[in-house]
């Protein structure tokens, strides 16, 4: 038995037999009945009218945060835009950290993508505009498509509700 | 107030500049307009009726194509923006003078997926998601073919986001040569002889 395994150690790669394995694939666990939803805590909790509302709300007291076509019926692109707004979010949030007062709304017009941004004001203005300029061309370049940036500064994050 | 408000928020939504691509345009007779408003054009101008040459219009010999129906379906999520996107495109017709024949409202789709809310068993707790599509149907009747090319560019470069919009063109053509008499009348006489048993 070890003499064995010694023996296909020694065989090149190319010409070892794949011994018959299982393998188990697991991907995270998605929590539908606890999706952005905030949890009711002690009372200290600020929270926007946007997070304070869950997604059964959509369509009756909550807007739409992404806004194309791929999820009407006989529209096709769902899962590609999908992918795109997941990218989109985590690379604006990355780019202006801790400054997005609530979260991006994106829109599709045709090719071109506008995403609008609520910011607070922790930055000086040269340098929003820097971040600016940077986001839509590297966003133009990766997407091969125009995108605008519309930005906004508020002061603060507005809270609707303390949880 | 409402609707010049709308209106200009609907302009400003547009994503293109307002710079026109050049359209290949049919001969038109231009009518004399009866109805000018403003007594600063009466007289002062040259000639009104005199087509202005425009370096981005050319104009061709072609018949143009008649149109019976065009029909517009505009698919979307939220209801209030149909809403206010039916209201755009009928005031647009009605600018352009086209007649609107109808609007129609079918009744929304909806497309629900039901899920096991758990990772592992309880069978009996499950969560359900559902899309909303909502429709509006814009028929406008008898146009040409750079009517609805020019009603149609306009319209779709105001398409709100996540709206869709579906068109169908219904053509009016001669009838072909061929049939346009009964065969009996072109066939050639033929000679009744009796058959005799």
Known sequence: ?163 | MAAGWLWRRLCQGSAFPVSYASRIMQKQYFLPSSNLMGARLAGSHGDTQESKTNPLVSLSDEPETLYKRLSILVKGHDKAVLDSYEYFAVLAAKELGISVEKVDKPPKTIERFTLLKSVHIYKKHRVQYEMRTHYMCLELKYLTSSTAAVYLEYVQRNLPEGVAMEVKKTKIEKIPEHIQKPVWDTLPQVEETEVKS
Not at chain 1, 25 to 42: D, E, F
């Open chain 1, 1 to 163: 038995m070890a003499a064995a395994a010694r023996a296909l150690r020694v065989l090149p790669r190319a010409l070892r037999v794949p011994s018959a394995t299982r393998q188990l694939h697991s991907s995270p666990v998605c929590l539908k009945a606890r999706a952005a939803r905030v949890r009711a805590g002690r009372g200290d909790k600020a929270v926007t009218y946007e997070q304070a509302h869950a997604p059964h709300h959509i369509g009756h007291r909550k807007g739409w945060l992404s806004l194309h076509t791929g999820n009407l019926c006989g529209e096709a692109g769902a899962a590609q835009r999908a992918i795109e707004d997941a990218f989109l979010r985590r690379f604006l949030a990355g780019t202006f950290p801790g400054l997005l007062a609530d979260e991006l709304v994106l829109k599709r017009r045709g090719n071109l993508l506008v995403v609008c941004a609520l910011l607070g004001r922790a930055l000086p203005p040269h340098k929003l505009y820097f971040l600016l300029g940077y986001a839509e061309t590297l966003l133009g370049n990766f997407y091969k498509c125009p995108v605008r940036l519309e930005l906004q500064t508020v002061p603060a994050r507005v809270p609707y509700k303390y949880l």
